[in-house]
Each structure stands twice: as C-alpha cells, then as structure tokens.
C-alpha cells in the first residue's frame, strides 16, 4: 500500500463511510422489509399505524338515526332511504360538539347526481326518474317543493 | 513470480473487497425473499378484495364527493383517489367515454365531454348501451408501482392494501408512471405521492370504505378474498366477474361485474 | 388550486382525471445531460484506452467537461422532486427493484471513477502548482486559498519521479477501461426506467437502454467537438490579437491544421454512433408497427399524426439525415461542422423528448390525449423549476463550472506552465 495510486481509493471508502453514518441517524430504526418481502414489503414499519390514526369523518346514517329519528323514520319510508344522510347533510365529524350545525346541500346539482334523466339501456340510471332541469321550474331549488325526506308531492309513497 | 507475503495481502484484499458486494447479494437473496414473503401472504388470513358491480352503478358521483371529504383531498383540486367513467357505445360502433371532475358533480348531461370545451351530444335513439364504470386503487397481488419506487416509500401490508408513507416519499413520480390503471397523483398539498388506500383507518375499525357507504345502490362492496363465508367472495367466485387490463400481469384485486371489452 | 401538472397539460377526449404530464422538461433534460456526461467520457477513453494519439488534446478536454457535467446530472432531478430535500433517501434506503435506485449506485461509482482518473491526470500538475505556492513566501488572498485548494488536491502525495508518473499513466488506462462499461451502464439505466414500464405503451421495450446508450455517446462526442473548435477559435482569436505564442504552436495556421485533424477523426466516430442510434429507433418503428398490438392505433396517431413533426421532422430529418449528409460529404470543414453537431445535438434533444413527452401524450384509456406546453414565462416557483428557464439553467451550469475547473485542472497543455 505504500503506492500513492491507492490514494483516490480511500477517499471514495472514506465517503462510503460517510454515508453509512448518515444511513444510522437519518433512517428510522423500523425501516426494513417486512412480510411481503424486499420488492413489496420495504417500509417503515411504523407508518402502518400511522394510516390507521387517520381522523375518521363519515359515521354513516347509523350514527345520526338515535338524535335524528324522527327524519330518519320519515325517509326510510321513501325510495331516499338508500341516500345516507351525510351525503348531503355532510360529514358528521365530531357532531354535535363539533361541528354543532351540519350544513344543507340544498343545491339542484345535488338532485341532479340521479335525477338527470340518462336513458342508458344496460345501467341501472335508466331506471331514474328526471326531469329537463331547463324546463322544469330552472330558477328554484328543487328543496322549494320536493321534501327530501319525503320527496313525493302530496306526501305518500 | 509474487512472494508469499504480498500473496497473503493481496488475497486478504481481495476476500474484503468481495466481502462488501456478497453483503449486499445477502439482501436480495431469493432464498431469503421467498422466506421473507411467506408465499403471497399465506401465514395472513385476511387480505381485502373489492367488488364493484357496474349494473347498479347510475353515475351519481356520491362516492367521489365522500371520497375526497373523507381523505382530505381539495375539493376543487382536479385529482380524485376514485372516480367514474362513462361509457357510451353508439350504433355506428363508435366509442365515447368521459369522466367530468371524475364525476365529483355526477353525470348532470347528456353531452359527453370531449376536452378543451367541446361537448358531443348523442342521441338516445342511437346509443346501443351505455354504462358507468367506477374505478380506484386496484391493491394489486403484484403492483408494479411499489416494484418501481426507488426509496420503499410505498409498500403493501400483510392485508393487501399498498400505502404511500407521506414522510419518506420523494415525489420523484415514478409510481404514477408505473401505474397502468391511472390511480395514482401528487397530492397537492402534502406533495408526496397518493391514492386510494380502501380507507385503510376505516376498514381496520370495522367500517366500510367511505365510497361504499355513500354509494345508495350498493354498486361497491368489500370483503375478505381468503374468507369462504364472505359474501363478495363467494361472488368473486361463483359469477362471472372480470378484472381490468390483466395482460399487465398486476393481479388487481377490484373485480368488476358487468362491463365491456370497450372498458379499458 | 392547481395540481402538478395542471399548468402545462391540455387534456383532449377521454383522458383519466389523474392523469397529467408529470413528467416534464427536467425528466427530458436530466437523460440528455447524463448523455453528454457518458459520450464525453468514451470519447476521453477512445485515447486513454485505445490509444489513438490524434485524440490526445481532446481527451484531456472531455475528460474535464465529463466531470463538469457530473454535478449537473443532478440538477434537473433536484427541480424535478417534489420533496427534493429527501433526494438523498436514494442513497440511504435504496430499494433496488426500482431502476431509479441504481442511481445512487452508478453515479456514484461513475462521479468515483472520473474524480480518480482527472487526478491521475493532473496529479503532476497539482503537486508542481501546490510545491511552487507553498515556496512562495509572501502571498496575496487568492494564492493562499489556491494554496490550500492545490495541496488538498494532491491527498498528500508529492511523488513526481518517473516511476510514480508511471503508475499514474497505468491507473488512467485502468479507470478508462473500467468507466467505459460504468458510463455504459450509466446511461443503460436511465433508458431501462423507461423501457421497463410496462404501464407506458410507448416506452415499454428492451431496446430502451440500447438506444439511449447510442445517442447518449453521439451527443456526447458532438458536445465534445462542438466546444473543442469554440475553445479553439477564442485561442485562434487571442493568438492573432496579442501576437504571442503558445508552447510548440506556432501560427493561426498551425492551429488551424492540428483542429481539422483531430475533427475528421471525431466525426468518423460520431457517424458510426448516429447510424447505430437511428437503425435501432427504426425498428423499434418497424416491430411496433408489425405485431400491431393492442396499443398500436394510439401509438400511431401519436407518431404518425400528433407528434409527427416532431419525430420525423425535428429529430429524424433535422437531427440525423440533414448532420448525416454534412459529414458524409468530402472536404469537411469546420463551419460545416459546427452546423452538423448543433443538429446532432438537437436531434439527440427530440429524441429524449419524443420519448418523454410523447409517451405522456396519450392516455391509459388508449382513447386520448395529452398536450404538452412547456411554460416559458414563470408565474411561480414550479413553472420555473418545470419550465423554460429552469431547462436553461440546467443547459448553462456545466460550462460555468466547466470554467472553473478549467482553473484547477488546465485542459490546454500549454497553460501549465
């Protein structure tokens, strides 16, 4: 080794070494493969339970049904029983300490998700019933005169 | 001719120097990987499977507005972790598809919309069928976009569902290019890669995704590919059920009931 | 709110609501500068390993600008990354399924080998400098810093004898033969990114790495010839107006005589490279176009009607027949030349665009497409690093540091004195 040829050779260990240094501090201790392998499994162990905290925003129509009964009995009478409450009430969150209030999707483009009439043969969208939204009543929420609860005129089924 | 000392050192190098590159065979061992892999999950009694059934499907886009509240992706940003397409097939054996805002607003016309403002209307009389197909996250048995991420910021549980890790990615885009099923974005906010994980903080509690919760004709389901009693199991099973782009060898993990050899 | 690649991509028909073009001109620039680096140094090796004794000065000149242009392969990654602070992530949890992780590998060992073999070449003058200033009693600023920059340099070997100079000729041959297959592989694995996704309908085939390790060493060669005759004319230019003379060149003329030599050499080397790059282009056409697989009818509006022009127009007709025809011709001059690797070089520019941008230009529903429009005037920090400027930014680096290099390692003989 009393070469001087080997010189430019340590150098490039010496960053090596450097960089394995880096590797102890900055990578997080379960960092590693795991049960699907190196090509699937190459994580950090840790992140798994990181997606699962993730903050929860819908609850779903079972959670509003004990305070809410009485709209709740109402639609599950009506062809809507199928729409969960959220959908257009919003994400209950924390309801009621936070948000106290959930807003109202009162808005024609709601309705219109399934009632824009599309005579599609093979999907089940043609079994909808719609309206031109143009021609019928274009100015007015459709909430005006169409009860979501219990969106037939005149009230029963 | 070399003399026995310098022999000795030489081979003493030599042995070190090969020392490093076996070490780092060591990590991708086939032995080891197979053993490592337990065989696709075999020890795991749980791997999750989505079905979507594209009759009930009516376009109303109730999903990917729960979608995006539930996952926080922006509102009025232009990607979505799920979305739906449409698909009408005329008489004349042309093909017409769309996706508008991935149908966070639904299908409110009858227009297909063609890009740069331009719309097609089609008449009923000439449609010979039309279908919507709602699409998402595959959590293929081999996805190629965790094959491809060059630092292990995306990876896939035991369970099946492939996560992207926010604090490690690079957002070098290599797992959206991988992704032959277009599921896949930068996060506008975060600006690490993204998408649908099957709502993986809902699924582990017990709950359904936000998308089949919301969808009010039941077009989605989920369930667990490796329980015999599971209902969209036995579906997946016992009905003709097709997957999409298969030739790609991903195994995706969504299987579908109803579409088209027009559905890509 | 805009997402990534919203402010450059125009979306036509049927197109995904993920879909955009995320890969942009830092993903075209970041091949076309790795190309450079990998062309420059086979040429630098043409002479280290082969030999060849006309190629001497341009050796030493793109052994230099290949390292000048090391540092610049990261750059346009670093505009690219979304989190380009994690970049080192590569280096640190490698995961080497993925193409992308051998970069931290190759480059390394490639950055390794160059740093080696440029000190190996230098090392005479490195020591002789750092000798002379370490003697040099009362020195100003710019000689101190000089001083310490210089004997770093050296790694604490002042050895100049026959038998050490020896051994640094016998390292320089054994790092050019070795970095010949590293600039290969360098290159090899940047086309294998994009040859091995199989999700991409155009960038998937195996001849990827071949055909971005051909033109990789075309425009690397042209590069190098192309600021060989610039330096050239500054010193032509110098020479005549102060009328001093340098080492054992005499005259304009002289000058002028050496240049044309080692010219018709160099392009002899880039013809041969040209027609191996555009054959395997070709019949990755011709197959593609044969089996006609499902992909094809949106590959062929894509090659034969949207990006036409810029295929065979811009890179085919402009880039490789029309610099074909020039050097081909008797009488090569060098005015001729310098018009044959600007095109060259632009050719070389459309190829890593055509296959960057044009595999994003249709989309996975196979039923649309995509528009490209690269931003020129930035409105905010992603349109600069994406855009225009940022291209430029990455083009223009190397020959500054270039510049600065040529401080520390001479590339003109004449100027170490």
């Given amino acids: 080794m009393k070469s001087h040829v080997w010189r430019p050779l340590f150098v490039a260990l010496g960053i090596v070494i450097l960089i394995l240094i880096a590797r102890q501090i900055l990578v997080p201790k379960d960092f590693g493969i795991h049960e699907r392998g190196y090509m699937y499994g190459f994580y950090r162990k840790s992140n798994e339970e990181d997606w699962k905290n993730f903050a929860v925003k819908y609850r779903s129509a079972e959670y509003c049904k004990d305070c809410h009964s009485d709209k709740h009995s109402m639609i599950m009478q009506t062809p809507h029983a199928v729409i969960q409450c959220e959908n257009c009430h919003g994400p209950a969150l924390e309801h009621p300490s936070n948000p106290p209030k959930l807003a109202i999707d009162r808005s024609r483009a709601e309705c219109l998700r399934c009632h824009f009439p599309l005579p599609y043969p093979t999907s089940g969208r043609a079994n909808i019933r719609g309206i031109d939204p143009e021609k019928h009543n274009p100015d007015i929420e459709c909430t005006m005169c169409h009860n979501p609860h219990k969106p037939k005129i005149g009230g029963t089924k | ?264 | 709110m805009m997402v990534h690649g919203e402010a450059w991509t125009v979306k036509e028909l049927f197109v995904t609501p993920n879909e955009y073009i995320y890969w942009s001109i830092q993903i075209v620039m970041y091949p076309f500068m790795t190309g450079l680096v990998a062309g420059a140094f086979v040429l630098s090796s043409l002479y280290h390993v082969f030999g060849i004794k006309q190629l001497r000065d341009i050796a030493r000149f793109s052994l230099v600008f290949s390292f000048a242009l090391l540092p610049v392969a990261m750059l346009p990654l670093q505009l690219h990354l979304q989190q380009p602070l994690r970049g080192i992530e590569v280096m640190l949890t490698p995961h080497f399924t993925s193409a992308i992780a051998a970069f931290g590998i190759v480059f390394s060992t490639y950055a390794a080998i160059v740093a080696s073999e440029i000190w190996f070449v230098y090392r005479k003058h490195l020591v002789e400098t750092a000798l002379t200033l370490r003697n040099k009693t009362d020195k100003n600023m710019v000689e101190k810093i000089n001083h310490i920059i210089f004997s770093t340099l050296t790694l604490g070997s002042f050895d100049v004898s026959e038998k050490a100079l020896h051994q640094d000729e016998k390292a320089v041959k054994i790092l050019a033969g070795i970095g010949i297959p590293i600039a290969c592989f360098l290159h090899g694995y940047a086309g294998f990114i994009f040859g091995s996704v199989k999700a991409n309908a155009l960038w998937m085939t195996p001849l990827m790495p071949v055909i971005f390790i051909m033109s990789a060493v075309v425009s690397g060669i042209a590069l190098c010839m192309l600021t060989y005759i610039v330096v050239m004319e500054i010193r032509k230019f110098l020479a005549a107006r102060k009328k001093t003379t340098y080492g054992i060149y005499q005259s304009t003329e002289e000058i002028k005589g050496i240049e044309i030599n080692v010219i018709k050499m160099t392009a002899k080397y880039l013809i041969f490279f040209l027609i191996f790059a555009i054959s395997l282009e070709l019949l990755d056409l011709i197959f593609r176009g044969y089996t006609a697989v499902k992909t094809w009818d949106i590959l062929r509006s894509v090659i034969y009607g949207k990006d036409f022009l810029d295929i065979f127009v811009f890179q085919y007709g402009i880039g490789n027949l029309l610099p074909f025809i020039l050097f081909m011709l008797p009488g090569l001059t060098i005015r001729r030349t310098v018009v044959g690797v600007l095109l060259v070089l632009f050719g070389v520019f459309m190829m890593r665009w055509n296959v960057v941008i044009g595999g994003q230009s249709f989309s996975l529903t196979f039923a649309g497409f995509m528009h490209y429009h690269l931003p020129i005037i930035p409105h905010d920090m992603e349109t600069f690093k994406e855009g225009f400027f940022g291209a430029l930014l990455v083009f223009v680096t190397p020959f500054v540091l270039f510049w600065g290099l040529n401080k520390i390692f001479p590339v003109f003989k004449e100027e170490v004195h």
Wanted: proline share 6%.
């Fill in chain 2, 1 to 264: 001719m070399i003399n026995r000392r310098d022999f000795l050192k030489n081979a003493a190098k030599g042995i070190a120097g090969l020392a490093l590159p076996l070490a780092a065979i060591e990590i991708v061992s086939p032995r080891k990987l197979f053993a490592a892999r337990g065989d696709v999950g075999k020890e795991s009694k749980l791997r999750w499977a989505f079905l979507v059934d594209t009759y009930k499907c009516v376009g109303c886009g109730l999903c990917v507005k729960a979608c995006k509240l539930e996952n926080e992706i922006p509102y009025d940003a232009n990607v979505t972790r799920t979305w739906v397409e449409r698909y009408v097939l005329t008489k004349d054996g042309r093909m017409f598809g769309d996706t508008p805002k991935g149908a966070r607003d639904g299908f409110a016309t009858s227009k297909i919309d063609l890009g740069g403002g331009k719309f097609q209307d089609i008449k009923k009389e000439d449609i010979d069928k039309a279908f919507f197909v709602p699409k998402l996250c595959n959590q293929c048995e081999n996805p190629p976009c965790v094959q491809v991420c060059p630092v292990g910021a995306t990876y896939q549980t035991p369970d099946g569902v492939v996560l992207v890790d926010r604090k490690w990615c690079i957002g070098c885009g290599y797992c959206i290019m991988a992704c032959p099923y277009g599921v896949r974005f930068f996060h506008p906010v975060h600006k690490v890669a993204e998408k649908c994980n099957f709502c993986y903080h809902r699924i582990t509690k017990g709950m359904k995704t936000a998308c089949i919760q919301a969808c009010p004709f039941g077009a989605r389901m989920i369930g667990n590919v490796k329980d015999p009693n599971d209902p969209v199991t036995r579906v997946i099973r016992t009905q003709r059920v097709s997957v999409l782009k298969d030739e790609y060898g991903t195994r995706p993990q969504v299987y579908y009931i109803g579409i088209s050899r027009e559905v890509i």
